[in-house]
């Protein structure tokens, strides 16, 4: 059977102008409109920390100063006849793009490439565990998810390159807000003895431990556990029965700041943690937070407007 052909349209326009260009377009009878508005992009990623890894800096610049309208219908004659009507008494300049079935399944994955992280680390996506990994790298295989990331985001590159700088061998790791387990698996991939994971969102549990399992790490080495450590009281003592040689949390200032007295417990005497998902206009707050905590600031690591921050007892 052959794929299905798809024009996808895009109508550019103005943010002041937009409702007006929405408004006519479902006057017409297109009802399936899709927003792309750097302002609304902005604030959605501001409220939904779970996306960030889905954005690298292409897509950012991208989108800057953009305000349009897409919509798709199908590549034939009537989905051309459609697209007249769509279009018809419309003032605003617009492009038309064809789509292979393929492109309109697999278009998300354009924006994952494999990652060099520090001096070991190579972040790859599954599908292509394939191609070659450079010499001297240690690979990282995941597989996104809808919900997770893949390292590609600023705050969890700065996370990153802690883990690689002080995983050590055999010692134990606690990762919390885990998501798609990216920091507890690298740490493990890196010789970490084992790691504990823990995430508010149930979803993420398995998909840590699918990534887990396509780096051959299987349960005897990774746990993963769904709750908040901050109201959960059970699952805090259950963390706090032993200590970690690494607590990670990328995460974002409004949780670090809280859970920043229950890290020293957590650690071991010559432990690090290391937080990140920290916007630098907060840095300072969390860095009170960590002193508040008796813990020693040691590092701070800087990139597009995030920052990362260690600190040991």
């Given at each position: 059977?052959?794929?299905?052909?798809?024009?996808?349209?895009?109508?550019?326009?103005?943010?002041?102008?937009?409702?007006?260009?929405?408004?006519?377009?479902?006057?017409?009878?297109?009802?399936?409109?899709?927003?792309?508005d750097e302002g609304e992009f902005?604030?959605?990623?501001?409220?939904?920390?779970?996306?960030?890894?889905?954005?690298?800096?292409?897509?950012?610049?991208?989108?800057?100063?953009?305000?349009?309208?897409?919509?798709?219908?199908?590549?034939?004659?009537?989905?051309?006849?459609?697209?007249?009507?769509?279009?018809?008494?419309?003032?605003?300049?617009?492009?038309?793009?064809?789509?292979?079935?393929?492109?309109?399944?697999?278009?998300?994955?354009?924006?994952?490439?494999?990652?060099?992280?520090?001096?070991?680390?190579?972040?790859?996506?599954?599908?292509?565990r394939d191609d070659p990994v450079?010499?001297?790298?240690?690979?990282?295989?995941?597989?996104?998810?809808?919900?997770?990331?893949?390292?590609?985001?600023?705050?969890?590159?700065?996370?990153?390159?802690?883990?690689?700088?002080?995983?050590?061998?055999?010692?134990?790791?606690?990762?919390?807000?885990?998501?798609?387990?990216?920091?507890?698996?690298?740490?493990?991939?890196?010789?970490?003895?084992?790691?504990?994971?823990?995430?508010?969102?149930?979803?993420?549990?398995?998909?840590?431990?699918?990534?887990?399992?396509?780096?051959?790490?299987?349960?005897?080495?990774?746990?993963?556990?769904?709750?908040?450590?901050?109201?959960?009281?059970?699952?805090?003592?259950?963390?706090?029965?032993?200590?970690?040689?690494?607590?990670?949390?990328?995460?974002?200032?409004?949780?670090?700041?809280?859970?920043?007295?229950?890290?020293?417990?957590?650690?071991?005497?010559?432990?690090?943690?290391?937080?990140?998902?920290?916007?630098?206009?907060?840095?300072?707050?969390?860095?009170?937070?960590?002193?508040?905590?008796?813990?020693?600031?040691?590092?701070?690591?800087?990139?597009?407007?995030?920052?990362?921050?260690?600190?040991?007892?």
């Amino acid at each position: 059977m052959e794929d299905i052909k798809w024009l996808e349209v895009a109508v550019n326009t103005a943010p002041d102008k937009l409702d007006e260009v929405c408004a006519k377009l479902t006057a017409a009878g297109m009802d399936g409109l899709v927003i792309e508005d750097e302002g609304e992009f902005l604030r959605f990623l501001e409220q939904n920390k779970q996306y960030w890894d889905y954005v690298d800096q292409e897509l950012l610049d991208k989108m800057k100063g953009v305000t349009r309208v897409k919509f798709y219908v199908t590549d034939d004659e009537d989905g051309k006849k459609q697209l007249a009507q769509y279009i018809h008494g419309l003032d605003w300049e617009y492009t038309v793009t064809p789509l292979s079935d393929n492109d309109w399944a697999y278009s998300w994955q354009k924006y994952y490439k494999p990652l060099e992280i520090g001096t070991r680390l190579y972040v790859v996506p599954q599908w292509m565990r394939d191609d070659p990994v450079p010499d001297g790298r240690v690979p990282f295989y995941l597989n996104p998810g809808l919900t997770f990331g893949t390292g590609s985001h600023a705050s969890t590159q700065l996370c990153l390159e802690g883990v690689e700088e002080h995983t050590k061998a055999g010692r134990a790791v606690l990762d919390l807000g885990c998501g798609s387990g990216i920091l507890s698996i690298a740490a493990l991939c890196l010789g970490a003895g084992d790691a504990v994971a823990v995430d508010i969102d149930p979803k993420a549990v398995d998909v840590a431990y699918e990534n887990a399992a396509l780096n051959g790490i299987g349960k005897d080495r990774y746990t993963v556990r769904a709750g908040n450590v901050l109201s959960d009281a059970a699952l805090a003592r259950e963390l706090a029965q032993r200590q970690y040689h690494l607590v990670l949390a990328n995460i974002v200032a409004d949780v670090i700041i809280p859970l920043a007295p229950h890290v020293p417990p957590l650690l071991e005497e010559d432990g690090v943690f290391l937080c990140s998902g920290i916007i630098d206009t907060r840095a300072h707050e969390v860095e009170n937070a960590l002193r508040q905590a008796g813990l020693k600031l040691t590092r701070k690591r800087e990139k597009n407007g995030w920052v990362a921050l260690e600190a040991t007892k």
